[in-house]
């Protein structure tokens, strides 16, 4: 059984930071990809950042990037979303998924999601 727990989300004023964690229990078999996606109420779910396995290769969407960075430590099996320069309109849950194929931007190709933590800023 594959699990993922997501956690740090909370509330920060614009301008303030913050870093997600996402833990990843179980067997996962090959060597998985780590993403996160956000979804604002009353939106669609959409991609922030992706990791390959071994931290070599990561995607951002427009949005967040020189902001957010995404790094991973596979000794202790968790992934990071640091979260920096924060605006409102990042308000969001955030969730990690795990996956197999490649660095995918659609939320399709992964296998493995957390319940998600909130995050909120205000202005």
């Known amino acids: 059984q594959v699990q993922l727990v997501e956690s740090g989300g909370g509330l920060v004023q614009a301008g303030g930071s913050l870093r997600l964690s996402c833990a990843v229990s179980?067997?996962?078999?090959?060597?998985?990809?780590v993403a996160w996606f956000r979804q604002a109420p009353g939106k669609e779910r959409r991609f922030v950042a992706a990791?390959?396995?071994?931290?070599?290769?990561?995607s951002y969407a427009d949005s967040v990037k020189g902001r957010f960075s995404i790094s991973r430590d596979n000794a202790e099996n968790t992934v990071y979303l640091q979260m920096n320069r924060l605006k409102p309109e990042d308000t969001a849950k955030y969730y990690c998924?795990?996956?197999?194929?490649?660095?995918?931007?659609?939320?399709?190709?992964?296998?493995?999601w957390g319940q998600g933590t909130q995050v909120t800023v205000s202005s």
């Open positions: 998924a795990a996956g197999t194929g490649g660095l995918s931007l659609i939320q399709y190709d992964y296998n493995y």
């Open positions: 179980g067997r996962i078999f090959g060597y998985y990809v």
């Open positions: 990791i390959s396995w071994s931290g070599g290769s990561t």
